[in-house]
């Protein structure tokens, strides 16, 4: 019998060492959308297409969003360039340090900036969160940009020392959850896309400065903000993007972040960079999820992803669209990732990112017309 008994203890522990090794596929978590409604609410839209946004006179989210730098003149202007190339959503990302500066002037400024892409006819798919580029984020003036450098001055939200302190994570509760629970019911919005990038070690520029097990960190702030979003009951949908890995055909393939992801997601966002043959497999893969897509980042001319041909491809595959960048600016995104290591002097011929000068000029009318014919706008010329 004690043989017996040592032999059963013996087992257990297998099991339990075996069920800890291997990854949890657990049942559908508790407040997601069922397929159903993911599908239904994709049906009350149309076609989603736009670009991640950021007015030319702004370095990163706190430019674009304190109230000495609030340049709603600018925002306008350049969302009425977004509904001319037919344009009807755009990405925007927040910052947790602008909820504690002014909760109340900060959701202000929120309703004005939705109220002018509204008279555009444009939504808003909205960034709580962002994992990338600068991990020490300060309110108050921003820095100049550094010249000819891409995102020189974009910021983290959280930054290093509350991603990398899991006990302060809840620091941004009542950010996460007064945000979303004050515009849960509008439909001006279309989406909270929760983490933008939440593994990225920003290899090329501030890796130095991040956590080393910054994935372990950021899928903790994860749960939690997907968590308090959750408890913010909102009628749009919940997502969050996958990003970086060669193959997301299998559960079993993909990172612990991006599993989270994908299973906890209402609708399925991810971000490609790549030629379309790359960007075909990658979409393959996600199809297996039986949910709608949206493209949340895309278009690097000098990586191979161009409007044409990935933007009509994306439409035929109901998939919506928003590349990286409108106007070219303080933001700095006409110059590729690799201006943080090699130097750049002056424009490049080849604009990395971007469609517009702040003048309104069009960097490449052929793409214009491209996007037009895409969108279904108007044929007249923009000049």
């Known amino acids: 019998m004690f043989r017996t008994l040592r032999f059963s203890k013996a087992i257990c522990s297998l099991v339990a060492l075996v069920s800890l090794a291997a990854p949890s596929f657990a ?36 430019e674009m969003w304190q109230a000495d730098s609030f340049d709603l003149e600018t925002i306008d202007r350049e969302l009425g360039w977004a509904e001319d190339l037919g344009f009807n959503s755009v990405r925007v990302f927040l910052h947790h340090l602008l909820w504690e500066q002014d909760k109340e002037a900060f959701l202000k400024r929120m309703e004005q900036f939705l109220d002018v892409a509204d008279k555009h006819k444009i939504g808003v798919v909205v960034v709580p969160f962002d994992s990338v580029w600068d991990p020490f984020p300060k309110s108050g003036k921003q820095r100049a940009p550094r010249p000819h450098v891409h995102n020189s001055g974009w910021v983290q939200s959280p930054g290093v020392e509350i991603i990398s302190d899991p006990k302060r994570h809840d620091e941004l509760a009542d950010y ?7 515009f849960r019911t509008d439909q001006r919005i279309h989406a909270w896309d929760i983490i933008n990038e939440p593994d990225n070690m920003n290899r090329s520029s501030y890796m130095q400065h991040e956590p080393k097990n910054k994935p372990e960190l950021s899928l903790v702030l994860l749960k939690k903000a997907f968590g308090w979003a959750r408890e913010a009951k909102p009628e749009q949908p919940i997502t969050s993007g996958v990003w970086q890995g060669a193959d997301w055909s299998t559960d079993e393939k993909l990172s612990e972040v991006d599993r989270f992801m994908l299973h906890n997601s209402d609708i399925i966002s991810f971000h490609d960079y790549q030629p379309l043959e790359k960007l075909k497999v990658r979409i393959a893969a996600l199809k297996r999820l039986s949910r709608p897509m949206l493209c949340t980042e895309y278009m690097a001319r000098g990586a191979g992803s161009r409007f044409d041909p990935v933007l009509p491809y994306l439409k035929e595959q109901g998939i919506g669209a928003y590349n990286w960048g409108f106007v070219a600016g303080k933001s700095q995104t006409i110059y590729p990732w690799d201006s943080w290591t090699k130097k750049y002097t002056a424009e490049p011929e080849l604009w990395f990112h971007d469609i517009f000068r702040a003048d309104g000029s069009i960097y490449d009318k052929q793409e214009v017309a491209l996007i037009k014919k895409v969108t279904g706008a108007s044929n007249k010329s923009s000049e």
């Open 27 to 62: 049942a559908e978590p508790a407040g997601r959308w069922t397929v159903e409604q993911a599908k239904a609410w994709q049906h009350k839209h149309p076609w989603l297409v736009g670009c991640n946004f950021i007015p030319s006179t702004a370095i990163n989210q706190l």
């Open 176 to 182: 996460a959850r007064g945000v979303i629970s004050h």
